[in-house]
């Protein structure tokens, strides 16, 4: 067998860095025992990481029980560079300028306008400009930029996206040009399946099920995001709940996201109510007041997306499951009602949460692709990143 040199040097490279960000204050000696590679090798390692800035010696450790010299500590060094991501819904753009490692430095929020490819660059590029001066000075600079999509990517191109006109569109050549960093494009729900994986779970086999216009679930097993062979694994608001029944863009009909999605929800509400505005914080305030048609509404939205749920599990048995829901997050007695309608053999022991990173989960996601790639390192964790400092 033939071995590339770089490879295997970048390989462990990439392994002590990794094992330096998943144990905050490590020695040298730890690393070795941990990456099982000589002493030799780590100390080389460790030079070139402090030297590149992505390590710095942050203080003494503790010496041995036999004695000798006290260990230097090692931490990664998040300040070392930035990512920027943006979630790019029908008619809305939030957007978070970070460090790579997800402490935010920025965010941004245009909504209320309807997104089409007319108008979504422009949109992105006001909200850069916002981030622009807001960007502290680091060794790496920019790393990437990362847009968070409602439709289906397959290498890098959007393949389909049923609520806006985004699909085939080039968000990378004008983006890389425009700001000359790497820039990545990928499904809603997988980035919000990475955000929740990388900062809220200690789980490495898990779903996350984004409730938009349309319905998502992102698929993590060991650790890693599976899309499928054509970027369409998730894609369960299209799977079948009535036969012949509402036609869907997708081209099937009765497809899940046309009876259970908030869009639905928020719609049919509207129309029963003739209320002119209905969003999650108007459909959570005429339901918690008692209101006849937001209560059945909202049972009828827990019966239904329990179905789909019900399948998803049965194919792929994930130890928890994080429900991304604006509308489940402010009624979370709905979240209670949907673990009661999982009762087969094969879903009861499977937990149901409410994502914690909410609306901004498809942006800490975004991020972690970012890491990622720039950090060569395919199964990455911020746990000891504090939440409560930057979720609104």
Known sequence: M??????IREQNESAVLKTIIDNENISRAEVSNLTNLNKASVSQITKKLIETDFVREVGIGDSTSIGGRKPIQLQFNHYSSLAVTFDIGYNYVRGMLSYINGEMIASANHSDKMITKENVLATIDSMMKEFWPQMPKTTHGLVGICLAIHGIIHNQSIAFTPY???EDFDFITPLNQKYNTAVYIENEANLTALGEYCFSSDSTNLLSVSVHSGIGVGII????????THGMAGEVGHSTLFPHGNLCPCGNRGCLEQYASNKVL???YRKYTETDIVNSDTFA????AGDKSAIELAQQNVEFLSIGLNNVITFSDPEEVFINSSVYRKIPTLLHALQQKLTSQFTKKTKIKNSQLGDQAPLFGGNVLVAKHFLNISDLRFASL???????
């Open 164 to 166: 806006y006109d985004l």
């Open 386 to 392: 504090d939440l409560s400092q930057h979720l609104r």
């Open 221 to 228: 097993v060991n650790g890693q995001l599976q899309t499928g």
């Open 266 to 268: 928020f719609d049919t």
């Open 2 to 7: 033939i071995i590339n040199k770089m490879g």
């Open 285 to 288: 305030k005429a339901y918690h």
